[in-house]
C-alpha cells in the first residue's frame, strides 16, 4: 500500500472535485469498491496529495505530479484500432489548439485516440484509462471523465500538451 497505483491519480481527481465526502461516495463516483477507495485515498494521503486531517486535495501538488510525474510513471502505450470512448475530442489531439497535440509513435496519425469499451461510441487507437472503473462511470460523472481524459493526454504527448493540460486542471480545481 505504499506506493501510488495509476487509479489512485483519478481518485485524486474526485477528491479535488469533491473534497470531504465518504469513502462510499468516492468509492461510487469513481466506480471502485469501498475498500480500493479507502487505499487510494490512504496511498495519496503518504504521497502528499491529499491532506490526511480533512481529505482535500493540494491542487498544487496534484498539477505538478500530472504535469511532471504521471506520463513517466504511467506512460501510456498504443495499441490496435478498437472502438471505445474518445479519449481526445478531435483526432489531432484535445490541446492541437494550445500548440501541442500528442506525439504518436505506433498510433494511426488519422485516428483519435479511444479508452477501448464495447459500448463505446468512437473508433481509434486503444489505450488503457489509468483506472477502469473511468469506463463505469462515463456517462454518471462526466466531470470526473473530463479530468480522466485530461489527464491521459498529458499521457501522450509532450512539454506543451501537459503545460496546457495543467492550466486546464488549475482551472478545473479553482474555488467557484
Known sequence: MKYLRPGD???????????RLSVAAYAENT?????????????????????????VLDVQAFVRFVQWGVATAYAAVPGPVVTGFAIEPTSSGATQAEGGGPDRPGAYLDMPFVWPS?????????????????????????????????????????????????DRLRTAFAAP
Request: cysteine-free; charged content about 20%; glycine content about 10%.
Open 9 to 19: 491519480v483519478i481518485a485524486a481527481a474526485q477528491i479535488g472535485l469533491t473534497p
Open 31 to 55: 466506480g471502485r469498491s469501498i475498500g480500493d477507495a479507502h487505499n487510494a485515498i490512504a496511498r495519496l494521503r503518504l504521497a502528499g496529495l491529499v491532506d490526511p486531517a480533512d481529505r
Open 118 to 166: 464495447a459500448r463505446g461510441n468512437s473508433r481509434g487507437t486503444a489505450v488503457a484509462p489509468l483506472h477502469q472503473g473511468i469506463l463505469r462511470v462515463i456517462t454518471t460523472n462526466p466531470q470526473l471523465v473530463e479530468l480522466a481524459r485530461l489527464i491521459d493526454i498529458t499521457r501522450l504527448g509532450g512539454d506543451r500538451t501537459a503545460r496546457a493540460v495543467a
